[in-house]
């Protein structure tokens, strides 16, 4: 029986299948499970809690099986990380297409998805674990570091120097926090109740010092604070607990987020619960586990709005605590917002969003050659410029190395395009696999975080990421993903993700071009039509058909 083992992509430029398009899927499939990429690969598990890249190692297997003799006109079906069917279709379509995690709606919720997962039946997707796009903690880093500059920006006179954050999670998502906060010379106390996620993100250089107490914490964090030194310091706790401790001391904390797996609460520990303990006691015990979770969410909310009241900047940070504490009775749970509405939704409405690449060759050499080319393509941009300079310095590669970058309507084309011929011409070692994050502008519909308080109320109007999906698979993306639940927890969202190869061939090139523009347009027409006058702006300047305006 195939069990766990150290998985890693093959690099280089030889092909371990019949063409890129096959060979980009199966080592970025390969790339989540590397044990340098996903939080807990021996379960498979990638990132967000229970995030997985494939069912059970049988299927697994049987994936990089199909892979690897699957043919240039054929199209591997995955449903919820099991491989199952290979059928022929043409070399325009996707080589894979995965569907993870959907239940009808009204049998859309953890309890009924957790009895099908114990059957052996689905398995929880997230966003980039279940469509094969992870990038590490990286891949979050840029929209994390972009949402503290706008609270800088807002709040701050445009720095984070001498202010002090307070967040929790350290996870493979939530450890970009420390990093982004620190770009922007701020210091930040991160609240974990996993040592080893601590010492994960002081060993990637996400995060500075381990704090022995909260005291200590506090101190070191005065101390940076006080000399507009940027630090940021891990401190071992149960949020729930060292929240509310904060605030009883009137600890002087200027912004307070969270990170924590709360869209699942089998992922949340609840107070008085060991670390040690949580996870046997989340499997024998779901029920009475999940009802102490979401109470002790409703402690940590509590003080977050506590924190608010004292003036503070607090913003849900897309994790669905809110809507946990709010289960759990606690009223003034939605009284801070969500970080889409308060800082990102003028990027969706020009269709920015987190795009991101991948360096198949396994070669820094390629991302280097890419994050120059960048810098050539938008040499007006210069919050860009200024974040390809800072990753190029800070961010340490996991896995295959790659590159995370919000590029919008106009734009995500432009790069594809010039990196194919980058390939084409060998100034690329070999070929790139390009793709996205699920939270993008016109590809997720999540009411508590992507599509929280839209204009004409359309928050929950899931027909934008089918369509999404489609406009991927017709317009020649190399895989197309639809889930359900990333990010916000089962029920509360339905998004889709593609990923498109540059392989330096006309064909590729043709392909990007199309995929890229499209899909970067979903975003601006899904604003337009909700009522965005700068979505409307965006596609009169930049030439988007909508048919609405026309005529
Ligand atoms: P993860 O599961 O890798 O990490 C979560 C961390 O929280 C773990 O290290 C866990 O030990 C810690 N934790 C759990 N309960 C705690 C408690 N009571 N006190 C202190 N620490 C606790 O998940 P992740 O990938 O880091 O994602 C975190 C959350 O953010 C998820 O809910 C995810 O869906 C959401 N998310 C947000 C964005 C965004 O853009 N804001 C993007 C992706 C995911």
Redesign the pocket.
Known sequence: MAGPRPVRAPRGTELTTRGWQQEAALRMLQNNLDPEVA?HPDKLVV???T?KAARDWRSFDAMVRTLQTLKADETMLVQSGRPVGVMQTHEWAPRVLLANSNLVGDWANWEEFRRLEQLGLTMYG??TAGSWIYIGTQG?LQ??YETFSAVAARKFGGTLAGTLTLT????????AQPLAVTMNDGVVIC????PS?IERRIEHGYLDVRADSLEHALQLATEARDARRPLSVGLL????E?LPRMLERDAPIDIVTD??????PL?????GVD?ADMADYAAEKPAEFTQRAQE?MAR?VEAMVGFMDAGAEVFD????IRGEARTAGYTRAFDFPG?VPAYIRPLFCEGKGPFRWAALSGDPKDIAATDKAILDLFPENESLARWIRMAGERVRFQGLPARICWLGYGERDRAGERFNDMVASGEISAPLALGR?H?DCGSVASPY?ETESMLDGSDAIADWPLLNAMVNVSSGASWVSLHHG????MGRSIHAGQVTVADGTALAGEKLRRVLTNDPGMGVIRHVDAGYERADAVAAERGVRVPMREG
């Open positions: 939080e990132y967000g809690g995030g997230q966003m979050i929209g994390t929790a999670g350290l996870g493979g998502m939530g450890g609240v974990e109740c996993d996620r706790g149960n949020a729930a060292v990170q924590t797996s709360a869209h699942d992922a949340y520990l609840p107070v670390f002790s940590h940070y897309g994790n669905s970080f994050d939270l975080r990333g990010g916000v927890g």
